[in-house]
């Protein structure tokens, strides 16, 4: 008696079983349905609303930017790469350079490199003004960064006794008080800013070309950049030496070596000639 009212417990038991069984698998299913609903509708909403993503090897350039490119696929890839990406060994990416950085080195025939060495040296550009702007143009479009302000005469209004107590602090450790460079270590060396414009002078200090530091605008503000431009062009490329001869405004190597030269040697047949006198 016992076994039989046994048996039907477990019966009835596995009937009720059954539906829970049943609905706990379709409660299942439905949330699998759902997520995967839910990853194509956001997978289709980021299609649409972000585009962008989707042409990153293939940017959209304005006219100006698609010429630089064009000249940048004949003279640049085979160093910086495929999209300015760089190339291990032979060039760096450019990617956020900013068409600071290109303006300077593609202007004052920095670039393209005749042959790799410690440093760039500056030659005839090979570019005109109107491909440098479009090379320049084409990699600010590519990554941003720094740009020059338009204007060929930036330090017009400029300080220059203001450009110049900054000059003293910011630059003449590299470039000589009077401008002319300075040598470096490993073979490198500050540049004459004697042959420099206005937008090359601004240029490097956003850029920080080769060994020299990069001076934002958090740093050295545009109108201290401007009082700069204004000290090296109206003061040291124009400076009519009142004192004499200049001797090439090296500063203390040249100045040392001219003091022994003629002063030192001077005093010795002084002292040589008083003596045969006496």
């Not at 972000?50 to 890839?77: H, I, R, W, Y």
């Not at 602090?169 to 073979?187: E, P, T, V, Y």
Request: positive net charge; proline residues 5%; aromatic residues 6%.
């Amino acid at each position: 008696m016992t076994s039989d009212n046994d048996r039907r417990r477990g019966l009835l038991a596995r009937l009720r079983e059954r539906p829970v069984a049943r609905s706990r698998g379709r409660r299942r299913l439905g949330a699998a349905v759902r997520l995967i609903a839910a990853l194509m509708l956001a997978g289709g909403a980021y299609t649409v609303f972000a585009p962008g993503a989707q042409a990153q090897d293939n940017p959209q350039l304005t006219a100006s930017a698609a010429e630089g490119k064009a000249l940048f696929d004949v003279s640049c890839v085979t160093c910086h790469g495929r999209n300015a990406q760089g190339v291990e060994g032979r060039g760096p990416s450019l990617i956020g350079v900013g068409a600071a950085s290109v303006e300077f080195q593609v202007s004052s025939g920095r670039m393209p490199l005749a042959r790799q060495e410690a440093q760039a040296h500056r030659k005839p550009p090979v570019f005109t003004d109107d491909q440098v702007r479009q090379l320049a143009e084409y990699i600010q479009e590519l990554g941003g960064g720094p740009v020059v302000p338009a204007g060929e005469k930036l330090g017009e209004d400029g300080n220059i006794a203001a450009g110049g107590e900054l000059f003293r602090i910011n630059c003449s450790q590299c470039h000589a008080f009077g401008g002319g460079g300075g040598a470096l270590s490993s073979g490198k060396f500050a540049p004459s800013l004697h042959p420099a414009t206005d937008r090359q002078i601004y240029a490097a200090m956003l850029s920080g070309p080769q060994n020299m530091p990069v001076f934002g605008d958090n740093q050295i503000t545009p109108e201290q950049k401007a009082n700069i431009i204004a000290y090296i062009q109206e003061t040291l490329k124009h400076d009519q030496d009142q004192g004499g001869f200049n001797l090439g405004r090296y500063g203390p190597s040249t100045e040392g070596l001219a003091i022994f030269l003629v002063g030192i040697v001077a005093l010795v047949f002084a002292s040589l000639w008083i003596a045969g006198k006496s």
